[in-house]
């Protein structure tokens, strides 16, 4: 039966009122301190899961929006970062300025290839909260809410979800991607091509056994220490550096964790000065190297955590700041709290300050695997996807040799030997990126003269080997 003319009209009416974005996909159609406003859409909101998880995105279209832009899932690590620093410090199309109030486009934008989210995961990082305000969870759980989130964000965006897609990360990522991968790879609505990790927690016992020679070789520990490395953690020409019982060993390996983690060095990349110096005293707790003097901020190394306690066993139990040691992120947390931006960002005024790394949730995560092997034998059991495991060469956190003994470890068909991948520089002239190496469906990449956060150290060098990933050309 045809409607009568009014109620057409009434109809056509609201559907008007409603011809807006949803609440959980608003528009950011000016952002405080850019010289100009981009010509690409970005959107800003929550997707929520499970009815009370509300994980804060920041979305960019490609600057460029053809139909053949794949889009890519980006998360930063921790556990407990937000991916809001690999947008605005590392990859995405504007970077906060010393000031904190100003940003510059990058030249180097990833969005210049590709669609890109960037989550805020696990709830409670960042903009990210839940109802209950409980933050305790663990690797399989975030995984599956990460993998809702990302059908949520197709629900908001549906002209997405035929593009290819990629899942890409950093440090912690390492677990976070691949295991996000399992979920996805099993929806045959999703059009997984490949995942990227960039100086990735693979493994937590080839990290920590590769560390120990990435620091005598580098010239950190000197011949006595090494000896004693040696002496005490080796046995039949096998060194185990990462669980050893022997008390010798471990009094050996406080000493090389204090050089490396605790004695100035900037962790995430060696040859960079740390942010704000050599930090303050230090003392030993249930052997656990604790830094004093240090404001509110009880500074650790996140992505690596085997050979301290869990923050629970310190007996910290008031609230503090958990900052990425040597780096500096006032400009960044100023930004991002800045009212103008906040209201530019929907961001609502009862919502707490934006922090980089979230105590709460390093603090209540339970991390459940040592090794991301399972998880990419599976993926590379299908032939369906494109893999890239790429590391900084001076990164201590997760350092390149780790990665390299954990690519191999997986047995997989060697298709091009080692060998370097050139880019070209902004002179025009050819140069050595690092170092390649690729098997079947996989490959381990190095960045010379890189650290932790590759985008960031050599930002031409990573938009070229990301441009060769995503247009799945050679390296």
Request: proline content about 6%.
């Amino acid at each position: 039966m045809a409607l009568p003319l009014p109620l057409l009209l009434l109809l056509a009416a609201a559907a008007a009122a409603w011809s807006g974005p949803p609440p959980s996909k608003l528009a950011i159609d000016f952002l405080p301190g850019l010289p100009k406003q981009p010509a690409f859409e970005q959107y800003t909101g929550y997707l929520s899961v499970d009815g009370d998880k509300h994980l804060r995105y920041w979305f960019v279209e490609a600057q460029d929006a053809d139909g053949e832009k794949p889009l890519v899932l980006w998360l930063n690590g921790g556990p407990g970062c937000s991916s809001l620093a690999g947008l605005l410090s590392e990859h995405g199309p504007f970077t906060v300025q010393p000031d904190g109030a100003t940003l510059t486009y990058n030249e180097y934008a990833w969005n210049k290839l590709a669609h890109i989210v960037y989550l805020e995961s696990p709830i409670g990082v960042g903009f990210s909260y839940s109802d209950s305000q409980d933050y305790h969870t663990n690797d399989t759980e975030v995984a599956r809410v990460n993998y809702l989130a990302l059908k949520e964000f197709f629900n908001l965006f549906p002209e997405h979800l035929p593009k290819d897609l990629y899942l890409a990360g950093e440090s912690y990522g390492g677990i976070y991607i691949p295991t996000l991968a399992e979920w996805v790879m099993q929806d045959a609505s999703l059009n997984l091509k490949g995942l990227s990790v960039g100086n990735g927690l693979s493994s937590y016992e080839t990290n920590d056994n590769s560390l120990v020679y990435f620091a005598y070789y580098h010239g950190l520990l000197g011949n006595r220490l090494w000896g004693d490395l040696q002496r005490f953690c080796c046995s039949g020409g096998k060194c185990d550096f990462h669980k050893n019982p022997n008390l010798n060993c471990t009094a050996a390996m406080l000493e090389m964790i204090h050089i490396v983690d605790e004695s100035g060095l900037n962790i995430y990349n060696l040859y960079a000065p740390c942010a704000g110096g050599v930090p303050g005293k230090f003392s030993y707790l249930d052997g656990t190297i604790v830094t004093h003097d240090l404001g509110n901020s009880f500074v650790w190394h996140p992505a690596r955590s085997l050979w301290r306690q869990n923050l629970l066993n310190l007996g910290v139990t008031k609230q503090v700041r958990l900052d990425p040691p040597c780096i500096n992120t006032t400009a960044l947390t100023r930004y991002l709290n800045d009212p103008q931006v906040r209201r530019a960002l929907h961001v609502q005024d009862d919502s707490p300050a934006w922090e980089i790394c979230s105590f709460a949730v390093s603090r209540g995560y339970k991390r459940l695997y040592s090794k991301m092997n399972d998880q990419y034998l599976k993926l590379l059991s299908t032939g369906k996807y494109r893999i890239l495991l790429y590391n900084g060469d001076v990164d201590m956190a997760c350092n390149f040799l780790g990665d390299e003994w954990f690519v191999e470890s997986l047995q997989q068909k060697v298709e091009v030997t080692r060998r370097p991948w050139i880019f070209t520089d902004k002179d025009g002239q050819d140069q050595i990126g690092g170092f390649v190496k690729e098997f079947t469906n996989i490959a381990f990449l190095t960045i010379k003269g890189a650290g932790h956060m590759v985008p960031t150290d050599q930002p031409r060098a990573a938009f070229n080997m990301v441009q060769r990933f995503l247009t799945r050309q050679p390296f």
